[in-house]
């Protein structure tokens, strides 16, 4: 992990794969460089592996439109990092949404679908916090302690992902994605709300659903998400290492690199989860994994969908020159290790892009070198933002916005040079958009005075 005033940061960019970079013409230096050892590591990637056949899905919702849009081989223009002003997207401030709250090394932030109006904190080392969503709130309770399961010593590990049951509120079951250790590994597991105090959950309900085996410290992604269809997604990185060298984000018959889409509604005492059958694998075991959605991924970095379209939008982080903003639609190959966003990544080894997803924009080291997944703004304190896309990078703190028409880019500007280490968004019930920083703190966007 990489230190800074004392804080364990949170970078989805390991140091050892990128050059040391500085915020010296608008990017300040947020991190000392901190040197890791690999070793190789043999094996497959699932240690647990509870499959059972595709099953029907009975009693859970048809699955939906929820990834639409472009499919691999359609052609999405790459916008410019450097795109001009929208006309109808504004520049905005950050301001600190709840100033009496600090956290450590939060990295998510998310809501549960209950009536109530709370937001939960994923602090890296193991905890999940609630507080109530009132700027005015001066305490939050501890959810979750689950510090002595989870492997936080890589710069990319630790607890990385919750997402709580769409029946959260009959049931109180929530899922959680982290990294353990001894072998290292990705663990998604469910939990349950204690039975005594709806703001405690319980540490002893946990049920191990999924656990992949990482040969690396990084690119771990860690997002898990309920999709409009009522299915779990999961955000898996290429396993670490420097170029992919093990060519995971290029074969599906691996869990890594990928976002995968699996059925928790089913679950048996064990945690045998099921395989929806209109992923695009699915009984096609020779093709790829059953689980994978979408494939060719280096580390998704948050993915979020549309609350109106359905949408699945995602942040993929890059490695030495560009970071990428995709749409993710099922069965496509977004192309890393072959390409770096919508640049060939080693000529040498050749860079046939006939199929591949490309990027619905990219920027470059002038902006940046570590993106963070945002949301489509749906809230109503923003009007200028509607129904864009807002996404930001972790090493400049720059926050963009967006609007696509299905086909292309229609606006793009930065909003926001907000000098902030963006880990996470978040949406509150409303869908008013928060931001996350290693710094402790979490902001929300305000229009300029």
Known sequence: MIAASGQRLQSTRSRHDSPTRA???GMLAKAATLAFVFAACSGGDALVQREATPAPTAGRPAASAGATGP???????????SATAGAGLKALAVEPAFPALAFRSPVHLTFPPDGTDRLFVTLQAGRIMVFENDEEVSTAQEF?????????????????????????????????????????????????????????????????????????????????LFGPDGFLYIGLGDGGGRGDSAGNGQDPSTLLGAILRIDVGTLDSKGTYTVPPDNPFAGNGSAGRGEIWAYGLRNPWRFSFDRKTGELWAGDVGQDRYEEVDIITPGANYGWNVVEASHCFR???GCDQANLAPPVIEYGREDGCSITGGYVYRGSRLPSLLGAYVYGDFCSGKIWALRHDGTRVTEHRLIVDSGLSISSFGEDRLGELLVVSLDGGIYRLVERE
């Open 144 to 224: 979750l302690d689950i510090r002595e399961r989870v492997n936080d010593r890589g710069n990319e590990e630790g607890l990385l992902g919750l997402a709580f049951d769409p029946d959260y509120r009959r049931n109180g079951y929530f899922y959680v994605y982290y990294t353990a250790g001894d072998p290292r590994r990705s663990v998604v597991s469910r939990f349950a709300v204690s039975d005594e105090d709806p703001s405690k959950a319980d540490p002893a309900s946990e049920m191990p659903i999924l656990q992949v085996r990482q040969p690396f410290a990084n690119h771990n992604g860690g997002q898990v």
């Open 347 to 349: 000529v040498s080894r």
């Open 71 to 81: 499919g691999p081989s359609e052609a999405v223009p790459t916008a410019v990092a």
């Open 23 to 25: 915020r010296a013409a």
